[in-house]
């Protein structure tokens, strides 16, 4: 899908050169700091589960007590390791209960000691990755054994009622109907928390929270109906917020296949310190690349917030950015989920072309990557036969542009949280569109010169524009003043701050020695 804008070649490469250039300096930045999100989820690669009388995890105890103790500059994975070898303790969830409890103290070992301590804590972190390395074989072994889904785009459908046993029966019946991908939305606020929930959950909030025993379960019912649909079904969570390593390293372990995880939709809306944001995100990246896990990112938030045609460049922008991050954290183009949305105004006149020429622009640009078109929410009425209609649109500018993960809309979007019934409808949408005029894209050819050439065009010129300024100024001051989302978030404030450390002399991650090692 080459050639259909007669997009200018040197001004695509251009766009790329910038983003990189954009780029490298928050790159630079996640390189040289750590989170204690990031010292958990190394915590978690290497054993430690469950949680305290209190419910708290014990892998945030852990952390907590060796931070008092030593700070976080130098990585916990030392300072933990040998603390068990002085505690002759050989199972890190009992050291960290012990931890708990206030009865083991720790300090950075140097020497003999640190080297002893950096063998053990690559071997036990080692463990952990060999972990995801079978789950990833596995699902290998399962789409080969029940095949992927006849047709592109795949079917993207959320469940979401807070029961985790509640959402399996809905993914299950989601799936019969038709489903390629289940995603399980979060509870509300989950991205706040810097701490992830132990157990199966049954009372979430307008969503179901995420956790280990919540993926496992929904992980094997999908199982089940892959088997049954002859198959494979793919599961979604979230991997974004304060969490957004550990949450990452759970689906990984747990073998989910998709990940919502953007570089900057926690920043914008969650209000999440940046610098915390880029260093979490940089290490959630490495374990999904490690995990064959697919991304999608959240470029369409932005038009929920800013006017889809004024702010059109800045989505491309995020996309290219998002692109050059992912491509730097080991990702390929084919797990690249990149986010764009169907929300320009429907009375505006042409709507449909523009929204056409801006999903074609995303396709051209990455033609390689399984773009996520997501669909309209934010001039949904609640007419709910209008809604179905401008689903139907929606639809339709999927497959003409080629679109590789729809995402299903909802007639009933921002009126309720859908039925059953809801789903049902919006899935005979998703189908007669597809079944009438899945190939399309193959004849769908802009007229050369015309009004969705020049628009797509425009676009990427003023994405070229924007991607100059934030090279002067730096994407932490292009954040701060608003340049996304129009939503304004300094580098020096927002939630999660406290918990980031520079790296000091020393420092030890053994897992990000193992899947930089071997990129």
Known sequence: ??????????????????????????????????????????????????????????????????????????????????????????????????????????????????????????????????????????????????????????????????????????????????????????????????????????????????????????????????????????????????????????????????????????????????????????????IHARAGIIINTGEDNYLTTADAVEAAHTVTVSQLLNEYFAHEAGLADWQLGLGHAFEINPDLPESFRLELAHALLARELFPHAPLKWMPPTKHMTGDVFRGNLLDGFFNLAGTMTGQGILLVGMMTEAVVTPWLSDRDIALQNVRYVLNAAGGLHEDFVPAPGGFIQRRANHVLGEAVDLLERIVDDTLLNAIADGTFGITKRPADRGKGLDGVARHEAGYYNPATEILEGEQ
């Open 1 to 286: 899908m080459s050639g259909k804008l007669d997009l200018d070649p040197a001004l695509v490469r251009r766009a790329r050169q910038l983003a990189r250039r954009a780029g490298k300096p928050v790159v630079d930045l996640a390189r040289s700091h750590t989170t204690v999100s990031v010292e958990r989820a190394v915590l978690r690669l290497a054993g430690v589960t469950g949680a305290d009388a209190d419910g708290i995890p014990l892998v945030n105890r852990l952390v907590d007590a060796v931070v008092a103790d030593v700070g976080l500059g130098h990585g916990v994975a030392l300072p933990v390791v040998e603390a068990a070898t002085r505690e002759g303790v050989d199972d890190l969830t009992l050291l960290a209960q012990k931890a708990a409890a206030g009865s083991v103290r720790f300090e950075v070992p140097s020497g003999r000691a640190a080297t002893a301590a950096r063998r053990a804590a690559r071997r036990a972190v080692g463990a952990g990755i060999t972990r995801i390395d079978k789950r990833r074989a596995e699902r290998d072994r399962l789409i080969k054994r029940h095949g992927d889904p006849d047709q592109r785009p795949w079917i993207y459908l959320i469940v979401a009622t807070g029961d985790i046993y509640e959402d399996i029966p809905q993914a299950q019946a989601a799936a019969r109907e038709g489903a390629d991908i289940i995603a399980v939305i979060r509870s509300t606020g989950q991205s706040l928390l810097d701490y992830v929930p132990e157990g199966a959950t049954r009372e979430g909030f307008a969503g179901t929270y995420a956790t280990q025993e919540n993926f496992r379960l929904m992980r094997a019912a999908l199982d089940e109906s892959s088997r049954e649909l002859g198959r494979y079904v793919r599961l979604t969570n979230y991997a974004s917020g304060l969490c957004m390593p550990e949450i990452a390293t759970l689906a990984g372990l747990e073998r989910l296949d998709m990940m919502l995880n953007d570089s900057m939709y926690g920043i914008l809306f969650r209000d999440i310190n940046p610098i915390r944001t880029f260093v979490d995100q940089r290490f959630s990246r490495q």
